[in-house]
């Protein structure tokens, strides 16, 4: 048994991968977070981090160790892309596509999990009007 007591809330860290793995926009240091854009489902996204269960933490720890071990993979492939075939090996043409695919529904996952919006990177390619 671990004489070190669990932690009960997220750490500054954590927080920045769940916003990151989120779609949402780093904070800094805080100097004009009211005038975010997209200012309800920020606060919405802090609120959920800072309100979570001891259970609950344990989950989206499991979830950020997941999402950090997927992020390497796109980059771990890209040592493949010059082999087309070797030996009895045949390169999958799709698998920098697919390591994507997994790593971003795992990220969903996490969104759903929070009970939140994907934060506005996630559509970074639309025209967003703030009104």
Request: glycine share 6%; with cysteine; aromatic share 10%.
């Amino acid at each position: 048994m671990s004489d070190v007591a669990p932690q009960t809330e997220l750490t500054a860290g954590e927080k920045v991968d769940i916003r990151r793995y989120c779609w949402y926009p780093l904070l800094g240091n805080g100097h004009g977070f009211g005038f975010f854009c997209d200012y309800s489902n920020r606060c919405s996204i802090e609120y959920r981090m800072n309100t979570l269960s001891s259970e609950e933490i344990n989950v989206v720890r499991r979830m950020l160790t997941t999402l950090m071990s997927l992020e390497t993979g796109p980059a771990a492939s890209a040592s493949n892309l010059d082999t087309d075939k070797a030996s009895v090996w045949t390169h999958n043409k799709d698998e920098v596509a697919q390591r994507i695919g997994l790593f971003n529904q795992q990220r969903f996952e996490l969104v759903r999990f929070l009970g939140v919006r994907p934060g506005p990177a996630w559509q970074s390619t639309d025209i967003r009007l703030v009104v």
